[in-house]
């Protein structure tokens, strides 16, 4: 298995990852919301014309 940051090969003690540096970079991204998943705005029912 390969780090997913930097593509090295993965340290057993920090599993995914190759180091805690790695480690440290992915908690970062999570926490600044790096790995956020844009999605669009619901339609509410009311909003929506009607389709008579």
Known sequence: MTCPICKKPSSPHYRPFCSKRCADVDLGRWL???YAVPAEDAVRVEDKPDED
């Open 32 to 34: 600044t919301g790096g």
